[in-house]
């Protein structure tokens, strides 16, 4: 008996692959450490079982075909039966958009192919405790709900906390790079801490500010220009120079993908320094 091999509290897991190897790889490894383990090989399917019978937590693949990963999440987080399910998702891929992606479309963890046994039962436990703790807070919201007479505008300010909240659980302040996400206006909505590092700024200082103040290569002109030729093409990569809050000039390498959320349209950029390359 290893280390994890102990009396867990009963969970019900549901592991979404199409690949049958996976399935039974993440199936005998999650019985073994006290789970209760529902399998699935495509995302139609995985719908239909946590519609009937909400697991506790779900391992979801992304490269899957019918219906992708993200697809399936979305699919998840509009209905209000399996919204709050937190979402797993197991990947090869392994490119900062990709996991950007994940996050965006309601994921709350990623987990890199090949992983191991110890990182899946980790970031399956952590997950499962934040779902423990967040139904008792949602328990508690509800007695303090029956109390407090809520306004529409105070409903509108939590409705942007909550948002607020979801990207900040992107866990892009992990990242080396600089990440930023600007909207159509070219307003900073969106950075992480590498970009408060790169640049010198406050994250609430950036999130005031326009990609004009920090990128002296971007005319009102030239961002609907960019802006419109990144929508087209969904990804761009490019070489460009941004401002520190000193003056001083940088030379960066930018990959920018176009990605919705929530009806929302938005750039995110990764942004590399490539001064001294």
């Known amino acids: 008996m290893n280390n994890h091999q102990v009396q867990l509290a009963k969970a019900n897991i549901l592991v979404v692959d199409d690949t049958p190897d996976n399935l039974r790889l993440l199936s005998a490894m999650l019985t073994q450490l006290g789970y209760e383990i529902r399998r699935v090989i495509n995302g139609p399917t995985a719908l239909k079982t946590a519609q009937a019978a909400p697991p506790d937590l779900i391992l979801l693949d992304i490269m899957m075909p019918e219906m992708n990963g993200y697809e399936v999440c979305q699919r998840l987080k509009a209905s209000e039966i399996t919204r709050d399910i937190p979402v797993i998702f197991i990947s090869a891929l392994d490119e900062v958009f990709d996991k950007v992606k994940a996050f965006a479309v309601g994921g709350v963890d990623y987990i890199t192919k090949p992983f191991s046994e110890e990182e899946v039962f980790a970031r399956v436990e952590n997950n499962l405790t934040i779902r ?137 950029a990764s942004v590399r320094d490539i001064t001294s390359d």
């Open 132 to 268: 423990r703790l967040q139904k008792q807070l949602t328990e508690k919201n509800l007695l303090l709900q029956q109390e407090i007479s809520v306004s529409e505008a105070a409903r509108r300010g939590r409705q942007k906390a909550e948002s607020a909240l979801r990207l900040s659980q992107f866990y892009l302040d992990k990242f080396k790079d600089s990440i930023f996400f600007v909207n159509s206006d070219a307003q900073l909505v969106y950075v992480n801490e590498a970009a408060c590092r790169h640049l010198g700024y406050s994250r609430a200082h950036l999130l005031t500010m326009t990609v004009y103040d920090i990128n002296p290569n971007f005319s009102t002109v030239a961002w609907r220009s960019h802006w419109q030729d990144v929508r087209q093409k969904g990804s761009l990569t490019f070489e460009s120079t941004q401002r520190t809050q000193n003056g001083q000039d940088i030379a960066v390498e930018i990959t920018v993908n176009y990605l919705e959320l929530n009806g929302q349209e938005y750039h995110c």
